[in-house]
């Protein structure tokens, strides 16, 4: 039995479709046939325990629980299943997923129609699933020199090293590609400008990605300045649309201001984790910062506070940062000076050059907090 067929369980009460169906699907290795069902008042049952990948109702279904109303009832159910509607011409459904309604086949149909509709309906549902499973991170700061760069390159190595979680880390400072000069990456390395953007597949990003000693792919940055001009705010929703479906964690290291690009990917995001030091100019435009996510409309869950160097108040009220917030730092991370250059100037990330350093102690429970929140740990870790 191919290890990737489609487990397909019908719904239709007219024997004569019930059995051409069957007939269909039959002769295909890729679909394996549970059940066909006369009566939906059985169907959140026979779903919840024979676990279809698809199911198909008849828009025309007769009875207790008609058609239409029986595709709500599986989505609202929460089964993960697929939903297929069948109908005539003359009663044409539109596709509503979040009533039920993933796809819709008109009577008559082919057997090659129905097979193919079954394989994109499932690949696109996989997909979905994989994208809502999947975290984007996204590391921001509203001004230069608070150690955002440094903190998403170890929070992503923490992330895949501690989590066994497939991590992705994005460049998103598109001009200056800050990760190419962190990780002193050869000028001629492949950025998110070699990416077919019309048709992006993911064997295409696997061509582009650059694999860092540490074990996390990255995305690079254009490598001139100018070429950020060639980088749309759509080229990014599709970049990261995919990222999501291969990455169970996408970290992106953003640049201060707030463009159109910046804005694509913190719209995309997650979590924003908001990088604020003691410095009365960084806190100013942290607060400022808040009040234009507010306004945009960003939930307060999606922003969350990083506090680095959070052991040097630098003669500071230590409540300062708190006050200005209206809240307690969501992560404090403490300040070593020596070892985040050092490590830095070596292009090599410091939670795994000196994994016993209170410094990657505080990463190491960022990111165990920030992945646990999200989605549980990958199979087999």
Sequence with gaps: MPTDQIRLLVVEDVPQVAQYMRGLVSTSPRVKLLDILR???????????????????????????????????????????????????????????????????????????????LQKTVEAQRSRDASAAAALLAVFAPKGGVGKTTLAFNLAVAIQQQRGARTVLVDGSLQFGDLRALLRVPADAPSILDLPIDRIQEADLADVLWRDPSGIDILLAPPRIEMADMVTPR???????????????????????????????????????????????????????????????????????????????????????????????????????????????????????????????????????????????????
């Design 235 to 381: 080229d990014v929703e599709k970049v990261l649309s995919l990222v999501r479906r291969v990455y169970d964690v996408t970290v992106v290291d953003l640049p201060t201001n707030l463009s159109d690009l910046t804005l694509a990917f913190l719209d995309a995001a997650d979590v924003i984790l908001d990088v604020v030091t003691y410095d009365s100019t960084t806190i100013r435009n942290t607060v400022a910062v808040a009040d234009t996510f507010r306004a945009i409309g960003y939930p307060p869950s999606k922003l969350q506070y990083v506090l680095n160097r959070s052991d040097s108040p630098g003669g500071l009220d230590p409540g300062v940062v708190e006050r200005a917030i209206g809240r307690k730092p969501d992560h404090a991370v403490v300040s070593d000076g020596r070892l985040v250059v050092e490590a830095n100037n070596q292009g090599v990330p410091f939670v795994l050059a000196s994994p016993d350093a209170g410094i990657s102690g505080d990463i190491r429970r960022m990111a165990e907090a920030l992945v646990a929140e999200r989605r549980p740990v990958p199979a087999g870790v």
């Design 39 to 117: 009566d939906g008042r059985s169907v959140l049952e026979q779903a919840a325990q024979q676990r279809p990948d698809v199911v198909i109702v008849d828009a025309l279904l007769q009875g207790r629980v008609a058609g239409l109303e029986l595709a709500a009832q599986i989505r609202n159910a929460g089964l993960p299943a697929a939903i297929v509607v069948i109908t005539v011409p003359q009663r044409p459904v539109a596709v509503a997923p979040e009533r039920g309604v993933d796809a819709v086949l008109s009577m008559p149909f082919t057997g090659y129609e129905l097979i193919t509709l």
